[in-house]
């Protein structure tokens, strides 16, 4: 069983080496798995085995009769035959469950482990990613990720062992059979699996950033329907996808191409081994190399053998779309954190005289990989009983400010809270005292309570009801037929904008921080209610160190002090 | 599950061809096979039995190879054929499925959930993949090989030929029975991976919430739970779903293992020929190796026509019924008439609108006022025609709205929603998004009308630089003032602004509301305000008063 103490442990595959390869490092985070795999692959070579063994017993055993031995010396054979018959399929059944189950766990754990990472960079690191391609590289290509086991590894490995069982049969029969069968063997298994991944190595690394692009393109389109059509360029949007798509198809085919080539050249292999099997054994039966009775073997065995190596086309092609999945996930992985934490924590301060203080000296902050600073120069100071209101034009970095508090994002400058400096603290504890409202909250898709409960764990349906009354968003909830468990659907699709934002108000509210950033409060809230939720948040942070991020001079007016930033 | 739906040859009309070309080439392999099990037959029986040599068999080998040869080449066509087909199926599949989204609108999409269906459009087709490459052709196959080898080893050996007549339909009578006991769990499966995905991206998308919470890591643990309940469900589906394939394996090795002994007892007795022996024990393998191969895909199979129903299911969602007058009357000139208009969402409970009446006059500026939650939104919806309202109506001059052609009456009308959306595409492209053919300057200029100046001035190529979707790198702020450039570059009789300055400082939402008060000339302009400063601008007030259920503290 699985506990959450060992998800939140380090993440695998976290601290690598950066030129190690995708598919070695992904081979990593199957390892718990490996004991499942490999009997996988035994099951899996015991299948074909058999099917191997049915053709060859009942060769031999049809030669063998037709020279009319008494039944007895018959017997073994029949039972062996009788038992191949039976042997595939219960061993294909048994290798698919276990295999299975080996895939699916290995893909839990690469959702865990991815997450947990972007966890611990923050949310300022997936800034770079749009939504629709994230959604792609989190979900299908972390999907596509299981085929390592479930296509590569396991066929492979079965195939091997049924190969090199198969080849030794037939060096036993007759020698020069078996070099032939090796050879269409390790042609079929080897050379034709390599020439599939040379052909479509191209076409296969092409083919997950024109789904990352399609996925963004329709994700465009279905989110911002409203805006699309209402511009009447919904046939110009969906035109778009359509050339993407166009692409897409494009590339597949020449994936098709690179799938058809193999598929002659492994018919040409087996073809061969026939031939081959034929022109060795029937000299051999005259010199009396190969006993007649084994001539059915001999001929027939390629036939069945081929079996082993048939799907090693597909792996390989399979190989080529983990690999190029693996990078664009490990990519999302590796993006550097937007804050360095420190490795030696100081411990949180305590309140002098039960006074919270957050002090900002000429602090500034730009985001990764941008080369200004969104911010720069703000000195403020909030503390426990006062109100602080932050204004500044559309884009000033108001926003910025909120995410340096909340460490979110590394600065330049002095940030102390209580006299210790920001940066040298733990930032999740930081967290727990410095809270925010952000002007984008997230509204999951559960019910109402669990949505404000999100920030408490162990407030009852009292204290949640009382977040929700001092939200101003209390009567709401009460008129609904399900009340707290009124399910707000995705996004919150069920609530009005406003609603939206005080949900979220009551969240930061039942979360009781010692400090806390309201971004934009009132925004979507007609006048007479915003000035009324003003006058509530007054109350009901009246013990708290408030920083108010607004333009709304009302807003700003009711606020101890104002600072100004980027004018 | 049916093997093949017929939606799919509808929607995805190069399945048809698909199929023709299946049956020949399908034929044609079987016919082969039957050639190379009496090549095979027939050199051994000479060698082993008249002790032949190389030069006795010469012909049967030069038959053996001009069968692989065939072979070879049937092998490149049917795999390039099947390939080809999928993509273009896949392809056609999805524009259908665009087009009819489309026609349901931005307010059906986001109460179906738009990340589900994203998820849908782009993977969830894609697993047709294997339908077509692996499982399509193999169902052709499975049809013309135990007809064509049925026969020919029915002139070889009757007993075996009985053995194949008997146990080749239960297979397909087998995947029916377990199909039919496994169709619900495959379905619900489809279903939960649906959810499954919502719920992560819901968990991604709300990261920095859950961080300023303190709950982000603890997430981590959700994930893993949730994962290891879709494991354990899915492979309680794969026990049942993999016996179907359990069940035809079984069947068709263990009736070539009792065929093979069969024949081994009756040449015991001499009262058969190791010729015919042969040529059935190396055709019945072949017989069931089309059906064993329908049922090693089956899987896959279900996973593309699962991802098929859940396209047709929106397909076969009746878009509402709209009008095809195009003959629109000016908006800028008639006045607009709502009566007695109801709108209500099956997903809630209140009507959002219940029988609201009121008028907006021609060439002037309405500010639509009322509490939050009050059905303003809606009502703008209405007016787009994203809506369709259970009662009531509205007329625009002497039209009533409904017998309108919606893209016709889409071209009088600017919109700038309550969230705008900047799409992957350069600053340029967005603003001009509903008016592709201005230049510039133009586009230059509605920024400027729309204080929008200062985002072109950060952005680092200018006009040419590309958003990230959903406008990542833009403030909301910064979002929303190139969306009203958007609509003031439209140059629309009818402008439609819900909250348009919200998240804008004073200074910049008093440049916006100038620029909308000097845009709003000679044109009829409807405003969602929530700020007294955007009513105040407005020449008539019409106020929209809560509806019963909804109720907001004064």
Request: net charge negative; proline share 5%; with cysteine.
């Given at each position: 069983?699985?506990?959450?103490?060992?998800?939140?442990?380090?993440?695998?595959?976290?601290?690598?080496?950066p030129?190690?390869?995708?598919?070695?490092?992904?081979?990593?985070?199957?390892?718990p798995?490996?004991?499942?795999?490999?009997?996988?692959?035994?099951?899996?070579?015991?299948a074909?085995?058999s099917s191997?063994?049915?053709?060859?017993t009942?060769?031999?055993?049809i030669?063998r009769?037709s020279e009319q031995?008494p039944?007895?010396?018959?017997t073994?054979?029949?039972?062996?035959?009788?038992?191949?018959?039976?042997?595939?399929?219960?061993f294909?059944?048994?290798?698919?469950?276990?295999?299975?189950?080996?895939a699916?766990?290995?893909?839990?754990?690469?959702?865990?482990?991815i997450?947990?990472?972007?966890?611990?960079?923050?949310?300022?690191?997936?800034?770079?990613?749009?939504r629709?391609?994230?959604?792609?590289?989190?979900?299908?290509?972390?999907?596509?990720?299981?085929?390592?086991?479930?296509?590569?590894?396991?066929?492979?490995?079965?195939?091997?062992?049924v190969a090199?069982?198969?080849?030794?049969?037939?060096?036993?029969?007759?020698?020069?059979?078996?070099?032939i069968?090796?050879?269409?063997?390790?042609?079929?298994?080897?050379a034709?699996?390599?020439?599939?991944?040379?052909?479509g190595?191209?076409?296969a690394?092409?083919?997950?950033?024109?789904?990352?692009?399609?996925?963004?393109?329709?994700?465009?389109?279905?989110s911002?329907?409203?805006?699309?059509m209402?511009c009447?360029?919904?046939r110009?949007m969906?035109?778009?996808?359509?050339?993407?798509?166009?692409?897409?198809?494009?590339?597949q085919?020449e994936?098709?191409?690179?799938a058809?080539?193999?598929?002659a050249?492994?018919?040409?292999?087996?073809g061969a081994?026939v031939?081959?099997?034929?022109?060795?054994?029937?000299?051999a039966?005259?010199?009396?190399?190969?006993?007649?009775?084994?001539?059915?073997?001999?001929?027939?065995l390629?036939?069945?053998?081929?079996?082993?190596?048939?799907?090693?086309p597909?792996?390989?092609?399979?190989?080529l779309?983990?690999?190029s999945?693996?990078?664009?996930?490990?990519?999302?992985?590796?993006?550097?954190p937007?804050?360095?934490?420190?490795?030696?924590?100081?411990?949180?301060?305590?309140?002098?005289?039960?006074?919270?203080?957050?002090e900002?000296?000429?602090?500034?902050?730009?985001y990764?990989?941008?080369?200004?600073d969104a911010?720069?120069?703000?000195?403020?100071?909030l503390?426990?009983?006062s109100?602080?209101?932050?204004?500044?034009?559309?884009?000033?970095?108001?926003s910025?400010?909120?995410?340096?508090?909340?460490?979110?994002?590394?600065?330049?400058?002095?940030?102390?809270?209580?006299?210790?400096?920001?940066?040298?603290?733990?930032?999740?504890?930081?967290?727990?005292?410095?809270?925010?409202?952000?002007?984008?909250?997230?509204?999951?898709?559960?019910?109402?309570g669990?949505?404000?409960?999100?920030a408490?764990?162990?407030?009852?349906?009292?204290?949640?009801?009382?977040a929700?009354?001092?939200?101003?968003?209390?009567?709401?909830?009460?008129a609904?037929?399900d009340?707290?468990?009124?399910?707000?659907?995705?996004?919150?699709?069920?609530?009005?904008?406003?609603?939206?934002?005080r949900?979220?108000?009551?969240?930061?509210?039942?979360?009781d921080f010692?400090?806390?950033?309201?971004?934009?409060?009132t925004?979507?809230?007609?006048?007479?209610?915003?000035a009324?939720l003003?006058?509530?948040?007054r109350?009901?942070?009246?013990?708290?160190?408030?920083?108010?991020?607004t333009?709304r001079?009302?807003?700003?007016?009711?606020a101890?002090?104002?600072v100004?930033?980027?004018? | 599950?049916?093997?093949?739906d017929p939606?799919l040859?509808?929607y995805?009309?190069?399945?048809?061809?698909?199929?023709?070309?299946s049956?020949?080439i399908?034929?044609?392999?079987?016919?082969?096979?039957?050639?190379?099990?009496?090549?095979?037959a027939?050199i051994?029986?000479?060698?082993?039995?008249?002790?032949?040599?190389?030069?006795?068999?010469?012909?049967?080998?030069?038959?053996?190879v001009?069968v692989i040869?065939?072979?070879?080449?049937?092998?490149?066509?049917?795999?390039?054929?099947a390939?080809s087909?999928?993509?273009?199926?896949?392809?056609?599949?999805?524009t259908?499925?665009?087009?009819?989204?489309?026609?349901?609108?931005?307010?059906?999409?986001?109460?179906?959930?738009?990340g589900?269906?994203?998820?849908?459009?782009?993977?969830?087709?894609n697993?047709?993949?294997?339908?077509?490459?692996?499982?399509?052709?193999?169902?052709?196959?499975?049809?013309?090989?135990?007809?064509?080898?049925?026969v020919?080893?029915?002139?070889?050996?009757?007993?075996?030929?009985?053995?194949?007549?008997?146990?080749l339909?239960?297979?397909?009578?087998?995947m029916?029975?377990?199909?039919?006991?496994?169709?619900?769990?495959?379905?619900?499966?489809?279903?939960?991976?649906?959810?499954?995905?919502?719920?992560?991206?819901?968990?991604?998308a709300g990261?920095?919430?859950?961080?300023?919470?303190?709950?982000?890591?603890a997430?981590?643990?959700?994930?893993?739970?949730?994962?290891?309940?879709?494991?354990?469900?899915?492979?309680?589906?794969?026990?049942?779903?993999?016996?179907s394939?359990?069940?035809?394996?079984?069947?068709?090795?263990?009736?070539?293992?009792?065929?093979?002994?069969?024949i081994?007892?009756?040449?015991?007795?001499?009262?058969f020929?190791?010729?015919a022996?042969?040529v059935?024990?190396?055709?019945?393998?072949?017989v069931?190796?089309?059906l064993?191969?329908?049922?090693?895909?089956?899987?896959?199979?279900?996973?593309?026509l699962?991802?098929?129903?859940?396209?047709?299911?929106?397909?076969?969602?009746?878009?509402?019924?709209?009008?095809?007058?195009?003959?629109?009357?000016?908006?800028?000139?008639v006045?607009?008439?709502?009566?007695?208009?109801s709108v209500?969402?099956?997903?809630?409970?209140?009507?959002?609108?219940?029988?609201?009446s009121?008028?907006?006059?021609?060439?002037?500026?309405?500010?639509?006022?009322?509490?939050?939650?009050?059905?303003?939104?809606?009502?703008?919806?209405?007016?787009?025609?994203?809506?369709?309202?259970?009662?009531?109506?509205?007329?625009?001059?002497?039209?009533?709205?409904?017998?309108?052609d919606p893209d016709?009456?889409r071209?009088?009308?600017?919109?700038?929603?309550?969230?705008?959306?900047?799409?992957?595409?350069?600053?340029?492209?967005n603003?001009?998004?509903?008016?592709?053919?201005?230049?510039?300057?133009r586009?230059?200029?509605?920024?400027t009308a729309?204080g929008?100046?200062?985002?072109?001035?950060?952005?680092?190529d200018?006009?040419?630089?590309?958003?990230?979707?959903?406008?990542h790198?833009?403030?909301?702020?910064q979002?929303?003032?190139?969306?009203v450039?958007?609509?003031?570059?439209?140059?629309?009789?009818?402008v439609?602004l819900d909250?348009?300055?919200?998240?804008?400082?004073?200074?910049?939402e008093?440049?916006?509301?100038?620029?909308?008060?000097?845009?709003a000339?000679g044109?009829t302009?409807?405003?969602?305000?929530?700020?007294?400063?955007?009513?105040?601008?407005?020449?008539?007030?019409?106020?929209?008063?809560e509806t019963g259920?909804?109720?907001v503290?004064?």
């Amino acid at each position: 069983m699985t506990t959450s103490k060992q998800s939140e442990a380090p993440t695998p595959g976290a601290e690598q080496d950066p030129s190690e390869g995708a598919i070695r490092r992904l081979m990593r985070l199957s390892r718990p798995v490996s004991g499942r795999l490999v009997l996988a692959a035994i099951l899996g070579a015991l299948a074909v085995g058999s099917s191997v063994g049915l053709l060859a017993t009942s060769a031999w055993l049809i030669s063998r009769a037709s020279e009319q031995p008494p039944v007895l010396f018959l017997t073994i054979a029949v039972v062996s035959v009788r038992a191949f018959g039976i042997g595939r399929a219960v061993f294909r059944y048994a290798e698919r469950l276990v295999s299975h189950d080996a895939a699916f766990r290995t893909l839990t754990d690469m959702r865990v482990s991815i997450y947990s990472r972007l966890a611990d960079n923050g949310p300022v690191a997936l800034r770079p990613y749009r939504r629709g391609d994230l959604l792609s590289r989190l979900v299908a290509d972390v999907d596509s990720v299981q085929d390592l086991s479930l296509r590569v590894l396991v066929p492979g490995l079965a195939g091997f062992i049924v190969a090199a069982g198969s080849v030794a049969l037939a060096v036993w029969l007759l020698p020069a059979a078996g070099a032939i069968l090796a050879v269409a063997l390790i042609v079929g298994g080897v050379a034709v699996p390599w020439l599939t991944m040379r052909t479509g190595a191209a076409s296969a690394a092409r083919l997950a950033p024109v789904q990352g692009r399609m996925t963004s393109e329709v994700v465009d389109l279905f989110s911002g329907a409203a805006d699309v059509m209402s511009c009447g360029a919904g046939r110009r949007m969906v035109a778009r996808i359509e050339a993407t798509d166009d692409e897409f198809t494009r590339v597949q085919s020449e994936g098709a191409a690179a799938a058809g080539l193999a598929a002659a050249l492994g018919a040409a292999a087996q073809g061969a081994a026939v031939v081959g099997a034929v022109l060795v054994a029937v000299p051999a039966v005259r010199s009396g190399d190969l006993s007649g009775v084994n001539l059915a073997v001999v001929v027939l065995l390629p036939l069945a053998a081929y079996e082993a190596v048939v799907n090693l086309p597909t792996a390989a092609l399979a190989l080529l779309r983990v690999r190029s999945s693996a990078e664009r996930v490990f990519e999302v992985i590796d993006t550097p954190p937007a804050v360095t934490e420190t490795s030696a924590p100081k411990p949180l301060p305590a309140p002098a005289d039960g006074v919270r203080r957050v002090e900002l000296r000429d602090v500034a902050a730009h985001y990764p990989g941008a080369d200004r600073d969104a911010v720069s120069g703000v000195d403020l100071t909030l503390r426990t009983g006062s109100t602080t209101a932050l204004v500044g034009p559309s884009g000033a970095g108001k926003s910025t400010i909120a995410s340096v508090l909340e460490r979110f994002l590394d600065y330049d400058g002095r940030v102390t809270l209580d006299g210790t400096e920001l940066a040298e603290l733990d930032s999740d504890q930081v967290r727990t005292v410095i809270g925010l409202c952000a002007q984008d909250a997230h509204v999951f898709d559960t019910t109402i309570g669990e949505n404000v409960r999100l920030a408490n764990r162990s407030a009852d349906d009292v204290a949640v009801l009382a977040a929700l009354d001092a939200a101003r968003l209390g009567d709401w909830v009460a008129a609904q037929p399900d009340g707290l468990d009124a399910a707000v659907g995705m996004h919150g699709a069920a609530l009005s904008g406003g609603q939206r934002q005080r949900l979220a108000l009551a969240r930061a509210l039942i979360a009781d921080f010692d400090v806390l950033v309201l971004d934009e409060p009132t925004e979507h809230l007609d006048a007479e209610t915003a000035a009324a939720l003003m006058a509530d948040l007054r109350a009901a942070t009246a013990g708290k160190a408030v920083l108010l991020i607004t333009h709304r001079p009302a807003d700003a007016a009711s606020a101890d002090r104002i600072v100004e930033v980027g004018r | 599950m049916r093997p093949l739906d017929p939606r799919l040859l509808t929607y995805a009309r190069v399945t048809r061809k698909f199929l023709v070309a299946s049956v020949i080439i399908g034929t044609a392999i079987a016919l082969l096979a039957v050639v190379q099990a009496f090549a095979l037959a027939g050199i051994i029986t000479e060698v082993f039995q008249a002790g032949a040599g190389l030069a006795e068999v010469t012909d049967a080998i030069w038959v053996l190879v001009a069968v692989i040869l065939a072979r070879v080449a049937l092998s490149y066509l049917a795999e390039v054929v099947a390939n080809s087909t999928a993509a273009k199926a896949k392809s056609q599949l999805r524009t259908a499925l665009l087009d009819h989204v489309m026609k349901l609108g931005p307010v059906w999409l986001a109460r179906r959930g738009e990340g589900e269906l994203a998820a849908l459009t782009t993977r969830g087709i894609n697993a047709l993949d294997a339908y077509y490459a692996r499982y399509l052709p193999m169902l052709v196959l499975a049809v013309t090989v135990p007809i064509v080898g049925g026969v020919t080893i029915l002139t070889q050996d009757l007993l075996a030929a009985v053995i194949v007549a008997l146990t080749l339909p239960l297979i397909p009578v087998f995947m029916v029975l377990v199909g039919l006991y496994t169709k619900g769990r495959v379905d619900r499966q489809w279903r939960t991976l649906g959810v499954l995905s919502g719920h992560f991206l819901d968990v991604v998308a709300g990261l920095p919430t859950l961080a300023v919470f303190g709950r982000a890591k603890a997430q981590a643990a959700n994930i893993r739970r949730i994962g290891d309940a879709y494991r354990v469900a899915t492979l309680r589906v794969l026990r049942v779903s993999f016996l179907s394939s359990l069940v035809l394996e079984l069947l068709a090795t263990l009736s070539v293992a009792l065929i093979a002994v069969s024949i081994g007892l009756r040449l015991v007795e001499g009262n058969f020929t190791l010729y015919a022996g042969l040529v059935v024990l190396i055709l019945a393998p072949e017989v069931y190796l089309p059906l064993r191969m329908v049922g090693a895909n089956f899987h896959a199979a279900a996973e593309g026509l699962g991802a098929a129903e859940g396209v047709f299911e929106v397909l076969d969602t009746e878009p509402p019924a709209t009008g095809s007058r195009t003959d629109v009357p000016d908006p800028s000139r008639v006045g607009i008439e709502i009566r007695d208009l109801s709108v209500e969402y099956a997903d809630r409970g209140a009507p959002a609108l219940d029988g609201f009446s009121g008028q907006i006059a021609p060439g002037r500026m309405t500010a639509l006022v009322g509490p939050s939650g009050s059905g303003k939104t809606t009502l703008l919806n209405v007016l787009l025609g994203f809506v369709q309202p259970n009662s009531g109506e509205v007329r625009i001059g002497d039209v009533d709205l409904a017998e309108l052609d919606p893209d016709a009456w889409r071209a009088h009308v600017a919109y700038v929603p309550q969230r705008p959306r900047l799409l992957s595409m350069s600053l340029r492209d967005n603003v001009a998004l509903g008016a592709p053919d201005a230049d510039d300057d133009r586009i230059v200029a509605a920024l400027t009308a729309a204080g929008a100046t200062d985002v072109l001035d950060s952005l680092p190529d200018g006009l040419d630089t590309p958003l990230g979707e959903g406008g990542h790198g833009l403030s909301v702020g910064q979002q929303r003032r190139v969306a009203v450039a958007r609509a003031l570059l439209r140059d629309a009789p009818l402008v439609l602004l819900d909250e348009p300055t919200a998240a804008l400082d004073v200074a910049t939402e008093a440049d916006v509301l100038a620029a909308v008060k000097e845009h709003a000339r000679g044109r009829t302009v409807v405003v969602v305000a929530h700020r007294t400063s955007l009513a105040e601008l407005a020449d008539d007030v019409v106020v929209v008063p809560e509806t019963g259920a909804i109720r907001v503290v004064e």
